[in-house]
């Protein structure tokens, strides 16, 4: 791990920062976008479909719309035009379900929304839409749990655009899988999971005359602009989203759903304000979640632990009509050296709302087959996990033929096994054991894609010793507000509770999106930039100051250092402050813009940018209750320069938490009748709470990556989730003896195990 730290010891990049956002937080102060009160504000409740296949044959509202405080049942022919929305060129415009809400009769999942009931209060509205009677004519819906995929095209046109369903291809694969000494062939399963965020979706939506303002707890205001201003034919600039705080995403408020289109229209239709906001239950249903996968991976290897042949088969559900798919392949093809390799998917279309993208999309149902395929071959072979990790690490990415921008992890592993005490590891079954606990050890490897999405900053210095530095991107609750801060002070000297950070509204510069852990890198080189024109706005101040030490002085005479005005020859200890600048100038303040570009549009990138990590997980496992915990996971991260350690190391714990969730616990069921997700509530929905969670040590390795920005820093909000569930199903299988390969490990798999008292 790199000792030094590059910036003086002063600089709040890299300083452990408690978050600038919190007081707020914990004071009940910041405003979430169901807080904002308006004047004659209604109240909007959906009526959901109780069918998930068939058509809606009659729809009665003339029971709800007598009912008290109710200002209309809208409906298909009461709606008004919502128009489709397509998408545009420069990837905005995104959405998972693209059919406009009541577009048509046609039931597809259950829970779609078929009316709209608004009122004065919300328990008004609720009660008008529990008294709308639907009929249907009801087919048997599709919600197969075994997926073979779907007959189509090997060119297939995704929710992105036309992709290929060969992702990646190398030498020979089912030859030399053939010729193999050591073969491994298991199919892997992860189940479908919903999103918790605690804050519910919903959106307050206001028209005046042509503008619609929405407030909506948006990751991405400015495709949500783009998306409403289609669906409304509106010129883009008179639609404006406000998303001030986020209670959290987790990538289903990523992209824009039904509901949002409907409050917009219902606002329309009664001219009036109105807030529509989710239930629980329909957070299950409509708003997306991590699909179902079904995942065959091959491995051949030489008997002393060589990789010859990867072959990872995948296929993942969707919706009926729209074309989500879950890239379980991406890390595939990289994360280990092997001549010979191919990653091909499928879909298989299901009677369920569209999966949209769910923390490390793709990638964590991915690297749980791919990393526990690892440690299967690393069994067979009598080879210690880690070890077979290390004979097969790759020089380059093979995948892409480029070299890697800066990976560690060969570093994760040898500092987490150093850390976890990976030596003492017996590996036969039910061998070790603790306070009359047997112990189960197992390790994976994690990885994430990294780089910048476009993003511009305005940064402005002010004659009271603040900034304030302004972003259209969100904080979704990750500490983005934070390193903003950070970053200002950094190159201003401003104290950090004198940066003023303004984000989350399309009227200001463009953000990302809060997803794809794209957001820290992505604004670093935006913000610099706009904080060097900013200070160079003051340069330029001081050389029109007719006054000491400025007269006559040329810009490149002068010079800014930690928030001081001085001539260079001088030093800043002659200078002047910018505040009394400023002043002396009349000015109340100066202001810079900053734009930088992104990286994911690169056709032939030079550098492969990921990020990496390793999770060592320990369980105990009581065989005379079959019980089964997670006791201790040790997570090791290169994941750049870390900005911010605190959110940093919370992020990771946050991901391992729901780790822990994903192997033992999480999984949404629908019913084979009737396709209703059963379990659509937190009772329910198991995840894991404070008394699931193991003790969690976070290690950073800190290595900047400079290909991504001046500071070296990638988002961390994905990868600690990589990997992470097959550490678990390996400690399971080493304590137990159960090989577990679907997703949540239940007390049936365990009630198989060897280890039983
Ligand atoms: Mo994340 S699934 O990109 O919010």
Same mark, same amino acid.
């Given at each position: 791990?790199?000792?030094?730290?590059?910036?003086?010891?002063?600089?709040?990049?890299?300083?452990?920062?408690?978050?600038?956002?919190?007081?707020? %937080?914990?004071?009940?102060?910041?405003?979430?976008?169901?807080?904002? &009160?308006?004047?004659?504000?209604?109240?909007?409740?959906?009526?959901?479909?109780?069918?998930?296949?068939?058509? =809606?044959?009659?729809?009665?509202?003339?029971?709800?719309?007598?009912?008290?405080?109710?200002?209309?049942?809208?409906?298909?022919?009461?709606?008004?035009?919502?128009?489709?929305?397509?998408?545009?060129?420069?990837?905005?415009?995104?959405?998972?379900?693209?059919?406009?809400?009541?577009?048509?009769?046609?039931?597809?999942?259950?829970?779609?929304?078929?009316?709209?009931?608004?009122?004065?209060?919300?328990?008004?509205?609720?009660?008008?839409?529990? $008294?709308?009677?639907?009929?249907?004519?009801?087919?048997?819906?599709?919600? *197969?749990?075994? =997926?073979?995929?779907?007959?189509?095209?090997?060119?297939?046109?995704?929710?992105?655009?036309?992709?290929?369903?060969?992702?990646?291809?190398?030498?020979?694969?089912?030859?030399?899988?053939?010729?193999?000494?050591?073969?491994?062939?298991?199919?892997?399963?992860?189940?479908?999971?919903?999103?918790?965020?605690?804050?519910?979706?919903?959106?307050?939506? =206001?028209?005046?005359?042509?503008?619609?303002?929405?407030?909506?707890?948006?990751?991405?205001?400015?495709?949500?602009?783009?998306?409403?201003?289609?669906?409304?034919?509106?010129?883009?600039?008179?639609?404006?989203?406000?998303? %001030?705080?986020?209670?959290?995403?987790?990538?289903?408020?990523?992209?824009?759903?039904?509901?949002?289109?409907?409050?917009?229209?219902?606002?329309?239709?009664?001219?009036?304000?109105?807030?529509?906001?989710?239930?629980? +239950?329909?957070?299950?249903?409509?708003?997306?979640?991590?699909?179902?996968?079904?995942?065959?991976?091959?491995?051949?290897?030489?008997?002393?632990? %060589?990789?010859?042949?990867?072959?990872?088969?995948?296929?993942?559900?969707?919706?009926?009509?729209?074309?989500?798919?879950?890239?379980?392949?991406?890390?595939?093809?990289?994360?280990?050296?092997?001549?010979?390799?191919?990653?091909?998917?499928?879909?298989?279309?299901?009677?369920?709302?569209?999966?949209?993208?769910?923390?490390?999309?793709?990638?964590?149902?991915?690297?749980? $087959?791919?990393?526990?395929?690892?440690?299967?071959?690393?069994?067979?072979?009598?080879?210690?996990?880690?070890?077979?990790?290390?004979?097969?690490?790759?020089? @380059?990415?093979?995948?892409?033929?480029?070299?890697?921008?800066?990976?560690?992890?060969?570093?994760? =592993?040898?500092?987490?096994?150093?850390?976890?005490?990976?030596?003492?590891?017996?590996?036969?079954?039910?061998?070790?054991?603790?306070?009359?606990?047997?112990?189960?050890?197992?390790?994976?490897?994690?990885?994430?894609?990294?780089?910048?999405?476009?993003?511009?900053?305005?940064?402005?210095?002010?004659?009271?010793?603040?900034?304030?530095?302004?972003?259209?991107?969100?904080?979704?609750?990750?500490?983005?507000?934070? !390193?903003?801060?950070?970053?200002?002070?950094?190159?201003?000297?401003?104290?950090?509770?004198? #940066?003023?950070?303004?984000?989350? *509204?399309?009227?200001?510069? &463009?953000?990302?999106?809060?997803?794809?852990?794209?957001?820290?890198?992505?604004?670093?080189?935006?913000?610099?930039?706009?904080?060097?024109?900013?200070?160079?706005?003051?340069?330029?101040?001081?050389?029109?100051?007719?006054?000491?030490?400025?007269?006559?002085?040329?810009?490149?005479?002068?010079?800014?250092?930690?928030?001081?005005?001085?001539?260079?020859?001088?030093?800043?200890?002659?200078?002047?402050?910018?505040? *009394?600048?400023?002043?002396?100038?009349?000015? +109340?303040?100066?202001?810079?813009?900053?734009?930088?570009?992104?990286?994911?549009?690169?056709?032939?990138?030079?550098?492969?940018?990921?990020?990496?990590?390793?999770?060592?997980?320990?369980?105990?496992?009581?065989?005379?209750?079959?019980?089964? +915990?997670?006791?201790? @996971?040790?997570?090791?991260?290169?994941?750049?320069?870390?900005?911010?350690?605190?959110?940093?190391?919370?992020?990771?714990?946050?991901?391992?938490?729901?780790?822990?969730?994903?192997?033992?616990?999480?999984?949404?069921?629908?019913?084979?009748?009737?396709?209703?997700?059963?379990?659509?509530?937190?009772?329910?929905?198991?995840?894991? @709470?404070?008394?699931?969670?193991?003790?969690?040590?976070?290690?950073?390795?800190?290595?900047?990556?400079?290909?991504?920005?001046?500071?070296?820093?990638?988002?961390?909000?994905?990868?600690?989730?990589?990997? !992470?569930?097959?550490?678990?199903? $390996?400690?399971?299988?080493?304590?137990?003896?159960?090989?577990?390969?679907?997703?949540?490990?239940?007390?049936?798999?365990?009630?198989?195990?060897? #280890?039983?008292?």
């Amino acid at each position: 791990m790199p000792t030094t730290t590059e910036t003086a010891i002063t600089s709040p990049i890299g300083r452990q920062t408690p978050r600038i956002d919190g007081p707020l %937080k914990v004071s009940g102060t910041a405003m979430y976008t169901s807080d904002f &009160p308006f004047p004659g504000l209604l109240y909007a409740v959906p009526v959901e479909a109780t069918i998930a296949n068939g058509k =809606l044959q009659k729809l009665d509202t003339s029971e709800a719309e007598k009912m008290p405080g109710v200002r209309a049942i809208f409906h298909r022919r009461s709606i008004g035009k919502i128009f489709r929305s397509v998408l545009q060129p420069n990837s905005r415009s995104i959405t998972d379900e693209r059919r406009p809400p009541f577009a048509d009769d046609v039931i597809r999942y259950y829970g779609q929304y078929i009316a709209l009931a608004v009122a004065d209060t919300f328990e008004q509205a609720k009660a008008a839409a529990d $008294a709308v009677r639907a009929t249907y004519t009801k087919e048997k819906p599709n919600v *197969d749990l075994d =997926l073979q995929p779907d007959n189509e095209p090997e060119l297939i046109q995704t929710g992105r655009g036309p992709l290929n369903r060969l992702q990646s291809q190398r030498g020979d694969p089912e030859k030399a899988f053939a010729n193999a000494p050591v073969k491994l062939d298991q199919t892997y399963v992860t189940p479908a999971e919903t999103h918790n965020p605690i804050e519910l979706q919903g959106t307050t939506a =206001l028209w005046d005359g042509q503008i619609l303002t929405i407030y909506e707890e948006s990751q991405g205001v400015f495709n949500l602009r783009s998306v409403l201003a289609q669906m409304f034919g509106l010129p883009t600039e008179n639609v404006r989203v406000i998303t %001030k705080f986020v209670g959290s995403g987790f990538g289903s408020k990523l992209w824009p759903w039904t509901h949002c289109a409907l409050a917009c229209a219902a606002a329309r239709q009664l001219g009036k304000p109105v807030k529509l906001v989710l239930s629980r +239950r329909m957070m299950f249903q409509s708003v997306g979640h991590r699909p179902r996968t079904q995942q065959r991976v091959r491995l051949g290897a030489t008997t002393d632990g %060589k990789l010859v042949s990867l072959i990872h088969d995948y296929v993942s559900d969707l919706a009926m009509l729209d074309g989500y798919r879950e890239n379980c392949g991406e890390a595939t093809s990289y994360q280990y050296s092997v001549p010979n390799l191919r990653v091909h998917w499928g879909r298989a279309r299901r009677n369920i709302g569209s999966p949209t993208a769910m923390r490390g999309p793709g990638a964590v149902p991915g690297l749980y $087959a791919t990393e526990s395929a690892m440690n299967e071959l690393a069994d067979q072979l009598k080879i210690d996990p880690v070890q077979l990790r290390v004979l097969n690490e790759p020089k @380059v990415d093979e995948g892409k033929g480029i070299p890697f921008s800066s990976r560690h992890y060969l570093e994760c =592993l040898q500092v987490g096994a150093e850390k976890f005490g990976w030596s003492k590891r017996n590996p036969e079954i039910g061998s070790m054991q603790r306070d009359g606990l047997i112990l189960g050890w197992g390790v994976a490897g994690a990885a994430w894609i990294s780089g910048r999405a476009p993003a511009e900053a305005n940064v402005e210095l002010r004659d009271d010793g603040s900034a304030r530095v302004a972003c259209g991107t969100q904080d979704i609750g990750t500490g983005t507000y934070t !390193i903003l801060a950070q970053l200002v002070a950094d190159k201003t000297g401003v104290p950090l509770n004198k #940066v003023e950070v303004v984000l989350g *509204d399309t009227s200001l510069p &463009p953000g990302p999106i809060s997803g794809g852990s794209l957001v820290t890198g992505s604004v670093v080189p935006a913000v610099f930039e706009a904080t060097d024109n900013a200070i160079t706005s003051l340069l330029t101040v001081a050389t029109t100051t007719p006054a000491p030490p400025f007269e006559n002085r040329k810009i490149d005479d002068l010079a800014f250092e930690n928030g001081r005005v001085f001539v260079r020859a001088d030093g800043p200890a002659n200078g002047v402050s910018f505040p *009394d600048l400023l002043r002396r100038a009349n000015m +109340r303040l100066v202001t810079g813009n900053g734009k930088s570009e992104g990286t994911f549009d690169d056709k032939k990138p030079k550098v492969s940018l990921h990020s990496y990590g390793c999770h060592f997980a320990e369980v105990t496992w009581q065989p005379a209750i079959a019980r089964l +915990r997670v006791n201790r @996971v040790i997570t090791v991260i290169d994941g750049g320069r870390i900005i911010n350690p605190l959110a940093g190391r919370n992020q990771i714990e946050g991901a391992v938490v729901m780790g822990v969730g994903m192997a033992l616990l999480e999984h949404t069921v629908y019913d084979r009748q009737n396709g209703a997700p059963i379990n659509s509530n937190l009772a329910d929905y198991l995840m894991a @709470v404070n008394a699931d969670v193991p003790s969690i040590d976070v290690l950073f390795l800190d290595y900047p990556d400079r290909d991504v920005n001046p500071v070296g820093a990638r988002g961390i909000g994905e990868i600690g989730l990589a990997g !992470i569930a097959a550490a678990i199903t $390996a400690a399971t299988y080493h304590a137990t003896g159960a090989r577990v390969r679907e997703l949540p490990i239940r007390i049936e798999d365990l009630l198989k195990s060897s #280890v039983l008292a």
